[in-house]
């Protein structure tokens, strides 16, 4: 088992130079041109991957122009546009009323504001964070997906449950600097070694410090569960 350094800011500090090393050009992997088609990929990218939510989008974004576009369109229609994602009624829902504030209430602009964003239907903390740092070059946060839900609990960064409370959690330990990247690097981890199911803690950058590996470890953390 991996043991994890005290306190956990010298955890944290350690993770993102190993990480930072495994991953140099970590980035954002959705797709997108403007802030709008941005908000419309990380409301479809809810429990989705982003492979898919790229290939969907390539035509979606060719189809429909512009938030009037989308409020406008039919919900079957919209629907059937993006028939191949999770939910993918509940996601059109969404978009055609997002859009449908966002021309009517700010302009046809996508706003930049956190409590504007999560005012818009299907868009909470994480997707607003995303939209502000990608979008609008505002870093206020940390975005919390499923990869850095997992990895901060098994790394024992947290112990909190909620993306909200992790979230606020995270913001006392990870240095303002790297809230974006932080996530990126997380994600990046995730899809290649420390996968949901059976990680590779083999080959993993940061198994002498992770409480939670499996070599000698009795509990994923994530989880809590048993190996």
């Known amino acids: 088992m991996g043991t994890p350094l005290e306190p956990r800011d010298a955890q944290v500090e350690v993770v993102l130079d190993r990480l930072y090393e495994e991953y140099p050009d970590s980035t954002i992997s959705l797709n997108y041109s403007n802030r709008l ?38 919900q079957e229609e919209l629907a059937e546009a993006i028939n191949s994602i999770t939910y ?64 901060t609990r098994r790394l024992g960064i947290t112990e909190e449950e909620r993306p909200e ?16 990247q932080f996530t990126h690097l997380m994600i990046d981890h995730g899809r290649a070694t420390c996968t949901a199911i059976n990680p590779d803690c083999d080959d993993c950058v940061l198994a002498d410090r992770c409480p939670s590996e499996k070599g000698d470890g009795d509990v994923d953390l994530a989880s809590g569960e048993p190996w």
């Open 165 to 180: 409370a992790i979230e606020q959690d995270l913001l006392d330990v990870v240095p303002e600097d790297d809230w974006q």
């Open 37 to 74: 088609e941005l908000l419309i990929a990380v409301i479809l990218s809810a429990q989705c991957t982003d492979e898919r939510v790229n290939a969907v989008c390539a035509d979606l974004f060719e189809t429909y122009d512009g938030p009037e576009a989308y409020a406008n369109a039919p």
């Open 88 to 151: 993918y009624n509940n996601k059109a829902s969404y978009i055609r009323s997002a859009c449908a504030d966002i021309a009517a209430e700010h302009d046809g602009e996508v706003p930049d504001t956190m409590s504007e964003l999560t005012d818009l239907a299907g868009v909470g903390r994480k997707t607003a964070n995303v939209v502000l740092q990608h979008g609008h070059d505002i870093v206020e946060g940390i975005v919390v997906d499923t990869h850095v839900q997992r990895l």
